[in-house]
């Protein structure tokens, strides 16, 4: 089976009716989007700076447990 990417406007009456009768023929269906890794979300959250630096043991334990 071979995936499709489409965009388009939300507000766009055309696209959504034509994408509904896409949906009712039952030659295409949404497909869910796969789950990411731990790895992968940690890989994205250094990526755009979102990581903690503790300072010693016992602080990267408080915030393990926040």
């Given at each position: 089976m071979?995936?499709i990417?489409?965009?388009?406007?939300p507000?766009?009456?055309?696209?959504?009716k034509?994408?509904?009768?896409?949906?009712?023929?039952?030659?295409?269906?949404?497909?869910s989007?796969?789950k990411?890794?731990?790895?992968?979300?940690?890989i994205?959250?250094?990526?755009?700076?979102?990581?903690?630096?503790?300072?010693?043991?016992a602080?990267?334990?408080s915030?393990c447990?926040a």
């Amino acid at each position: 089976m071979g995936t499709i990417t489409l965009s388009y406007k939300p507000n766009d009456i055309f696209a959504k009716k034509m994408l509904d009768a896409m949906l009712v023929s039952g030659a295409f269906s949404v497909a869910s989007s796969p789950k990411k890794s731990e790895l992968q979300k940690s890989i994205e959250e250094a990526q755009k700076g979102q990581y903690f630096v503790a300072k010693n043991a016992a602080d990267a334990i408080s915030k393990c447990l926040a």
